[in-house]
């Protein structure tokens, strides 16, 4: 298998800008449907994807570099691998070694897998949370191309984009404002 070439790059020109931005705060929107400490596989494709799409601007692509893309690894991914490892060394084993090894071995590996459950999904894979903060880090790369005046925007498309932008800010930042409470209340 061979990697595909890189996408060619596109210029990120007014209307590119303000479709970018437009559609930013019905996606911010989406991701607060999703619970925030779950890792949700469809949307960790469909940010990778995005991330990839907004990569190929040209004015973008130089400040979100660093950001890296989702990785969709779900726990139940994890402990079914390690189920399936757990029953063929159940399989495998007996007579191979010792039947106080195989003890030792099948009943570590079984605690293993319960300790899988503990271990928080962020560890494993992107969770929803985690996502927005990326989406908020475009944000506001975005708003930075837009106050720098580097759009030669109207005063009215200015404001228009400048309006989306800070909605989806603000929606960003009050999920994952969210996420960090605790569940029963703030703190007194």
């Known amino acids: 298998m061979r990697p595909k070439p890189p996408a060619a790059p596109l210029s990120l020109d007014r209307k590119a800008f303000y479709d970018l931005a437009a559609s930013l705060p019905a996606y911010a929107a989406d991701l607060a449907n999703h619970d925030q400490h779950r890792v949700n596989l469809k949307e960790c494709h469909r940010f990778n994807a995005w991330l990839a799409h907004v990569r190929r601007y040209d004015r973008i692509a130089p400040k979100v570099t660093t950001l890296r893309a989702a990785r969709p690894v779900a726990r139940w991914q994890i402990v079914t691998l390690m189920v399936v490892t757990w029953v063929l060394m159940a399989l495998l084993l007996p007579g191979r ?83 960090h409470r605790p569940p029963n209340g703030p703190i007194l």
């Open 97 to 179: 070694v010792s039947q106080q090894m195989y003890t030792i071995v099948i009943g570590s590996w079984l605690l293993t897998i319960v300790a899988a459950f503990f271990i928080p999904e962020s560890v494993y894979g992107t969770t929803t949370e985690l996502i927005e903060g990326k989406v908020l880090r475009v944000v506001d790369v975005l708003l930075e191309i837009l106050n720098s005046g580097a759009m030669d925007f109207s005063e009215a498309a200015f404001f228009r984009t400048r309006e989306n932008l800070l909605q989806a800010r603000a929606e960003l930042r009050l999920q994952i404002d969210l996420a």
